[in-house]
């Protein structure tokens, strides 16, 4: 079957450009040293988490215990680490089921409490953890400041559950880079912090194993940074419409996910310079960085960009290029995550012939 067959909306994603982008990056960190360990929330995807492992990764990064279940459960890794603060029963009762059934579990950790819980909770069942202290590089999310990471490694050598491993970092900030000279001058502070973090770790005694940092516009940078022994990228599976025309993560041409939807109607009050799609807030999410029009634009028709979205209906610009009544179109979105996680299920194509759910 064509793509253009299918029903609409759909999200498609062209495997051949999926599998060119997790092997040219699994390349590129193999060739600075560095452990390639995928953002999985990107894909939540266990046939691409396959192409992944199959190419180098031995570990991924999760965003929550369920995800790290789904990976550990399909047999795709032993090896997860959990991004985001674990401070409920349910979540902990989890994770101590992945140890138990003998995976390699890493969360992170910035902050006492959550240490404390933890540790508490795992010493009742008897078993430990690893962790990672999460910094914060300029982001102002989670984590601990660089200069305290040392001091604050040791109040938490009084919980003898926990096993420090190491420190992490996501360079957020990255995100409201306007070029790709700011996306490198964000890489390069934050590698700088994660010096002056491992620097605070060594006056106290740490030596750490893992010293992480997770970003897709920053990688092509960070890859090059001696302090980095793992990588956390998530959105270079898919990249999308900002990664290629803000950032300089990629070209269009590396664009791998679209949303396929049908032109429904070019409303008599435009004078033929809007169309309407079928595809709305569901699936292209409403934001616009670096300076782009749109929230993204056509595959068939590069001039014609979505201009508003509604949450059944998006609005097209024709002024420039037109469309059809009836034609169906792939639109190439400013960030293709939120669209993944939009759907239950994507369809995967190869030079526009359907393979697979």
Known sequence: MNIYELPTPVVLVDLDRVERNVRVVANLARSYGKCLWPMFKTTKSSFIARLQRDVGSDGFLCSGVAEAEVLVSKGVTRTVMIAYPIADEWGLSKVARLIENGARVIVRIDNLRVAEFLSNGLRSR???????????????????????????????????????V???????????????????????????????????????????????????????????????????????????????????????????????????????????????????????????????????????????????????????DISEEGVEVGEKVRIIPNHSCYTNNAVNFIVGHRGGKVVGI
């Open 126 to 164: 008897g078993f430990r953890i690893e962790y990672c202290v999460k910094v914060d590089v300029g982001y102002g999310r989670l984590g601990v400041k660089p200069e305290d990471v040392g001091l604050f490694v040791s109040k938490l050598s009084r919980f003898n559950n926990l096993e420090f």
């Open 166 to 316: 190491g420190i992490v970092t996501h360079q957020g900030q990255a995100y409201k880079a306007r070029n790709p000279q700011e996306v490198e001058a964000v890489a390069k502070r934050s590698a700088e912090l994660m010096e002056l973090a491992v620097k605070s770790l060594r006056r106290y005694g740490f030596e750490p194993e893992i010293v992480g940092a997770g970003s897709t516009p920053t990688l092509r940078f960070d890859v090059r940074e001696g302090i980095y022994t793992h990588l956390f990228p998530g959105n270079y599976v898919y990249y999308d419409r900002t990664q290629a025309l803000v950032y300089g993560s990629a070209s269009i041409d590396d664009c791998a996910l679209t949303i396929l939807a049908t032109v429904t109607s070019i409303p008599q009050h435009s004078s033929g310079r809007i169309a309407i799609i079928n595809a709305g807030s569901r699936y292209i999410e409403r934001d616009v960085r670096g300076g782009l029009r749109g929230y993204g634009q056509l595959v068939e028709h590069p001039k014609v960009v979505v201009t508003r979205v509604s949450q059944e209906i998006a609005v097209l």
